[in-house]
């Protein structure tokens, strides 16, 4: 019994193996009707006149206002932070496109590379730059705040 078990699971394999698997569209009627379709299409050319055009017209991107809020200069030779439009930035790296030069030993600005800016800037803690006007204003907003001018305990 337990031969002819075996011998049924070998032969009903045998006969689905045989079997053609077959092909995506079975008809010849749909084979033919996409082998016309693609005989017939027409593939339109892209102009590149045109689509360098287009990218010629648009309105040049002006960068993003740039403020520092603080940094910190280490004397143990590794590099110091820069806190960029609040985001933390080590010394001679980038973030957001805004590159930050070697903080330098003496002095308190903070040399930056916009992208955009044909010039880099030096910028204070505490200063922002506005591309639009072309100006270095000091960010005074934090000390005009009620809540930072509070004192007493910490939390609600």
Same mark, same amino acid.
């Given at each position: 019994?337990?031969? =002819?078990?075996?011998? =049924? ?5 045998? @006969? ?12 010849? @009627? ?81 040399? =930056? ?7 880099? =800037?030096?910028?204070? @803690? ?21 809540? @930072? ?8």
């Amino acid at each position: 019994m337990r031969y =002819l078990l075996i011998l =049924l699971m070998f032969v009903s394999t045998a @006969a689905l193996a045989a079997e053609p698997f077959g092909r995506l569209f079975t008809t010849p @009627a749909e084979r033919a009707t996409l082998d016309h379709l693609r005989q017939t299409r027409k593939v339109e050319p892209v102009n590149v006149d045109t689509a360098t055009q287009e990218i010629l017209e648009l309105a040049p991107v002006t960068p993003p206002s740039v403020s520092v809020q603080g940094y910190v200069k280490r004397s143990d030779g590794k590099k110091g932070t820069v806190w960029v439009n609040d985001q933390p930035v080590q010394e001679s790296s980038s973030a957001d496109g805004v590159e930050v030069g070697k903080l330098p030993k003496t002095g308190n600005e903070v040399q =930056l590379k916009v992208p955009g800016l044909d010039r880099s =800037l030096k910028l204070k @803690a505490g200063q922002a730059y506005d591309p639009e006007t072309d100006s270095i204003t000091e960010n005074k907003v934090r000390a005009s705040q009620p809540d @930072a001018q509070k004192s007493g305990t910490i939390g609600p």
